[in-house]
């Protein structure tokens, strides 16, 4: 097994009516202003809003709001916050919303502490000076931003997403109530599920001795996704369900499900990104969409691996054909995907894309055919168009 680090300073305040307590934990971190930052409507809509400005002004503290936040947020509006809290002397930023508003936060946060441009962090010619400290009030389980050490920013112009990965970014505290995630629509839910789901796949599906711990953690979170996820679609009331879901996304992301596995493989990540940058889709079903295909083009390099994955997470009997149990393994998961409605094609993902646009795809995600991603087994650009293909 490989050495790891295991970092996760993030107070987490979880359970029903925390987000009360949102005043008194930023009055806390001592800071003079406060950015509310948020995404479209959900937040303004429910309410949620209102309660954290009473909740702030009853605690004396100062704030401004800057909302419009879009899912695979934009550069632009990081710009925006950078200016904006510049002007108003911010120093303390608060993520109303899920990864997009989390993570432009953080982008925000980056921006704040450096001179020039801070897309030349997620363009990887820079590393952070630092990042203004943040706080979130989570309103959807999903990119695990909340905990994570991770950013995912989209410039408009070229339609280009690109990750920036920092310890300095990781949240002081994440306020968690289930509760919140009940105004979700069912596909955003589905959406969210997936893509804790993959935050696990990413770490589980690696070439290397794993550790046992590890590998265990990593199944049951798997299965009580997914055994979850199926509960919130019939009822999406459900407080246990949301709550065993909140908790999942976070552990997901936060680092444990990649103790002793050497970071993880991310070719799916990587290969979605460049869906979500070019075509604008919804991070977790563009993953569903893809990971199918990756799983049939990659596991014949360890069909053990996906073989303990069928059996421990989907409970298949494993007989001495590993190659047989890894591919029920992978359809039984892509099963999973469709009764939560989410897409095993880019056809479902609503994409009927030509070769050469699949092409474009995968020169894209290679850097212009400079980049491998991926380590259960490395991918190149055409290894990348053949995976897309496979997925059409
Ligand atoms: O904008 P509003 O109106 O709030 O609507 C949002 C948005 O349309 C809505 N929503 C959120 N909470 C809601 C709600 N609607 C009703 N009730 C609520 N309680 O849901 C939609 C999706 O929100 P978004 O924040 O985009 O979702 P998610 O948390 O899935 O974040 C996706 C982004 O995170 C990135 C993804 O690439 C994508 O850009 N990721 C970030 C990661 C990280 N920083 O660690 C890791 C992930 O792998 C991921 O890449
Ligand atoms: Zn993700």
Known sequence: MSNFEFYTPTHVYFGRDTQRQVGDLVRAQGCKKVLV?????????????????????????????????????????????????????????????????????????????????????YDHTRKAEGCTPIGVVLTIAASGSEMSNSSVITKEEGGIKRGYNDEICRPKFAIMNPELTMTLPDYQTACGCTDILMHTMERYFVNIETMEITDSISEALMQTVIYNARILMKEPDNYSARAEIMWA??????????????????????????????????????????????????????????????????????????????????????NFFRSVKMPTSLHELGLDLTDQQIHDLAFKCSFEDTRTIGVFKQLNMRDMEKIYLMAR
């Open 37 to 121: 930052h948020f995404g479209g409507q959900s937040a303004r809509r429910s309410g949620l809003l209102d309660q954290i400005e009473a909740s702030l002004d009853a605690a004396g503290v100062a704030h401004v709001q800057l909302g419009g936040v879009v899912p695979n947020p934009h550069l632009s509006l990081v710009y925006q916050g950078i200016d904006l809290c510049k002007k108003e002397g911010v120093d303390f930023i608060l993520a109303v919303g899920g990864g997009s508003v989390i993570d432009s936060a953080k982008a925000i946060g980056y921006g704040l502490c450096m001179d020039g441009d801070v897309w030349a962090l």
């Open 249 to 334: 996304g976070s552990l997901s992301h936060n680092g444990l499900t990649g103790c002793g596995t050497g970071g993880g493989d991310w070719a799916c990540h990587q290969l979605e990104h460049e869906l979500g940058g070019v075509y604008n889709v919804t991070h977790g079903a563009g993953l569903a969409a893809i990971w199918g295909s990756w799983a049939r083009y990659v596991y014949e390099v360890n069909p053990e691996r996906f073989a303990q994955f069928a059996t421990n997470v989907f409970d298949i009997p494993c007989g001495t054909d590993y190659k047989e149990t890894a591919l029920a393994g992978i359809e039984a998961m892509e």
